[in-house]
């Protein structure tokens, strides 16, 4: 909050605690039958004048715009304030890469009618032109962003994403955060640089003599990061060669494009998948 909506977080009272709604706001989403949703978060907190306040905060991960998202912002609040008679203050950040698509506003007017919902928006693309600033921040988000943009820059560019991702992770070492802190953001920067395997196995060498040189009491960070991660792919590859054998033991051989679809899936979708083909009796 205090990074990209300073006037918003100016209101709170910091010293009392936040409470996320997360019930609440899946009685919104259960209702909503307006399309695609993704991924918000509903917060009540305290002003500093003592009166609570709703922060519906939206973070816009999807790669291109879309035509009906400020409906769905000013859909949201409106339900908000339906069902539980609370004004929410909507934030949005958006992470795509159209540096023209700016949703900020909905509304509609009529001679004897009209309505304005305005929201605030967060472009991460913006700060392409503000490096410097992001450098000299101590703010965590600031690595956040920089994580992101560098990601979306050099896609192609693999040496350089590698480089990259250790600079910025040794930026968390530098910046004397908090351990918690540290793997949270070590973390999210290693799933959002990935790496081919042959410079996945050079970075963790590299890296882990990096937080050997530092007398530190997590110096292994790194290792257990790593660990964790290669204990989830391997749950997920196990979940995969299960599901392919049920489902060809159910329907016959399997073409190469629905191996290929069943390989795309998360932990979660193989795992549904796995109840639902109880139920198949052919491929279609």
């Not at 934030?91 to 509609?108: E, F, H, K, V």
Request: proline share 3%; hydrophobic share 40%.
């Amino acid at each position: 909050m205090q990074f990209f909506f300073p006037q918003t977080a100016a209101l709170i009272n910091w010293e009392r605690p936040h409470e996320f709604l997360d019930k609440e706001f899946q009685q919104i989403a259960r209702e909503a039958e307006l399309g695609r949703r993704y991924a918000d978060k509903l917060v009540k907190v305290w002003q500093i004048r003592g009166e609570e306040i709703w922060l519906l905060i939206h973070v816009e991960i999807q790669a291109k715009s879309e035509d009906n998202f400020a409906q769905r912002m000013f859909f949201y609040n409106l339900r908000i304030f339906d069902k539980f008679t609370k004004p929410a203050i909507s934030l949005s950040i958006l992470c795509d890469a159209d540096l023209t698509w700016r949703p900020n506003q909905y509304g509609y007017n009529y001679p004897d009618c009209g309505l304005h919902f305005r929201f605030e928006t967060v472009k991460l693309l913006d700060y392409q032109n503000r490096w410097t600033e992001l450098e000299k921040s101590d703010n965590p988000f600031a690595t956040v962003v920089m994580a992101h943009l560098k990601t979306q820059q050099i896609t192609k560019q693999l040496g350089e994403r590698k480089t990259w991702k250790f600079s910025l992770i040794r930026r968390l070492y530098e910046q004397g955060l908090q351990e918690r802190d540290i793997r949270n953001l070590y973390r999210f920067i290693d799933w959002v640089m990935i790496l081919p395997k042959g410079l996945e196995a050079e970075f963790w060498q590299e890296f882990k003599q990096f937080e050997q040189e530092r007398t530190m009491s997590y110096i292994t960070t790194g290792e257990r990061i790593g660990y964790e991660r290669g204990k989830e792919e391997g749950q997920q590859e196990q979940a995969q060669t299960l599901v392919l054998r049920q489902i060809q033991k159910r329907v016959g051989e399997l073409p190469q494009q629905v191996r290929e679809q069943v390989q795309s899936l998360s932990l979660e979708q193989l795992e549904a998948l796995g109840e639902a083909l109880l139920d198949f009796s052919a491929l279609a």
